[in-house]
């Protein structure tokens, strides 16, 4: 059998993480101007990175062909999802860059979401953080795409909902893929 550019785990073993117990998720909410948003994060420590799955519902929706809303998605340093009526998840505060890197190259930025009639699924696999170091913090969904450019965090736009990212110590849930 040959072996996978993964250091010996084929791209099978590390979906078949999936199937296991995430080690942590964020239960995302909207804001009050986006209360449909609702969804789950969850993070899977492997030994060669995080696999991150985010499956969202409630996201707003395009009427016009060729338009599908694409959406900012970062890992924040706040540890709640509190705000104001200027920013509803200022507590989020911004992105998370424990090495003072720019932007795209903090650890809290993610590749975006791609919204399809309201619902959105991403699937990666990251290095640039572990599952313990994000434990606490916030994820946040943007109304409009990162442009992986602009400092210090890609003129995402509004934050409009968040989720604090949680160990998961509950043994007998199910998770993303049932058996």
Known sequence: MERSSFGGNSPVYLLSVL?????????????????EISGTVWFYQTNKGVIVCAE??????????????????????????????????????????????????????????FGNDGLALSLFLTDRFSVDEVEGRTVIIHDHPDDFTTQPSGNSGTKIACGVIERITDSCLQYVFPN
Do not use: V
Not at 19 to 35: C, F, L, V
């Open 56 to 113: 969202i519902s409630g996201l707003p929706r395009s009427e016009a062909p060729c338009q599908e809303r694409i959406f900012g998605f970062h890992i924040h340093t706040g540890s709640s999802c509190e705000g104001d009526m200027a920013d509803p998840f200022a507590e989020a505060m911004s992105h998370y860059d424990p090495h003072d890197c720019e932007h795209p190259h903090h650890a809290g930025d993610l590749p975006p979401l």
């Open 19 to 35: 199937y296991g117990k995430p080690q942590a998720a964020a239960h995302i909410t909207g804001s009050d101007s986006y209360p």
